[in-house]
């Protein structure tokens, strides 16, 4: 079964300092991945998505995430963190390789970020 | 360009007391509609799917059903709360087809359940 672990529950940097969220990955193929991000009572918003085009995928805000095979990764990353970041992120993936939107959520990564 | 609305943004309602959340969306046709909970400490889950009126798969045993009746509009309701029922629930809509684009969600602002 298709299934993501968030290594962190929450991470905290500095403004102007980079962002590291981790996902790993549990598949037995190669996997569409998605990070989505939640502001305070918020609905979720897609940061970007993976579907085998391209091993990095820049997505909005600044964000890019790099899909890893050999290490079963796709973390998270923006060179420099801005006070707007502060949020939940999720990673995501299809359930079963699903083309629904039946998905599984990470647990989620909260972002704070210190002026 | 597409919009979802979901209503009431927040409710409180007495354990027992019946449910409902409505969820349009606009500016697309024959969507599919997902209902989602994040519940304190559990995360996000779905609850209830449909690809067309009046289909309805449901992910998880629970209190709570779901309807289609337009093909834009998606209910959530409950004849009886429980305590455990309190969550913030996500309406949201994808393509229909076997893309990629099918499993890329877009969600409402949610709505804020406590029973109480």
């Known amino acids: 079964a298709q299934s993501v672990t968030q290594l962190d529950s929450h991470v905290s940097v500095s403004e102007g300092t980079p962002v590291l969220l981790r996902c790993n990955y549990s598949?037995?193929?190669?996997?569409?991945l998605f990070w989505y991000v939640q502001h305070p009572n918020k609905g979720l918003q897609l940061l970007l998505k993976y579907t085998s085009a391209a091993t990095l995928v820049k997505g909005i805000n600044g964000f890019e995430a790099e899909f890893k095979k050999s290490e079963t990764s796709f973390h998270l990353t923006k060179p420099s963190a801005h006070m707007s970041d502060a949020a939940e992120y999720f990673c995501?993936?299809?359930?079963?390789?699903?083309?629904?939107?039946?998905?599984?959520f990470g647990r989620g990564t909260q972002l704070t970020v210190w002026p | 360009s597409q919009t979802i609305h979901q209503w009431p943004a927040t409710l409180v309602q007495p354990v027992g007391s019946p449910l409902s959340l409505e969820c349009t969306v606009e500016g697309t046709s024959n969507p599919n509609l997902y209902w989602y909970r994040q519940a304190a400490g559990r995360g996000l889950q779905l609850l209830f799917y449909s690809v067309g009126i009046g289909q309805i798969s449901s992910e998880v045993p629970q209190n709570l059903s779901a309807s289609r009746p337009q093909d834009r509009q998606f209910i959530l309701s409950s004849k009886k709360l429980l305590l455990s029922d309190s969550g913030f629930y996500l309406c949201a809509w994808s393509r229909q087809g076997a893309s990629s684009g099918a499993n890329v969600l877009t969600f409402g602002a949610g709505s804020r359940l406590t029973v109480l």
């Open positions: 995501v993936v299809p359930r079963g390789g699903s083309t629904l939107g039946r998905l599984y």
């Open positions: 598949s037995s193929y190669s996997p569409s």
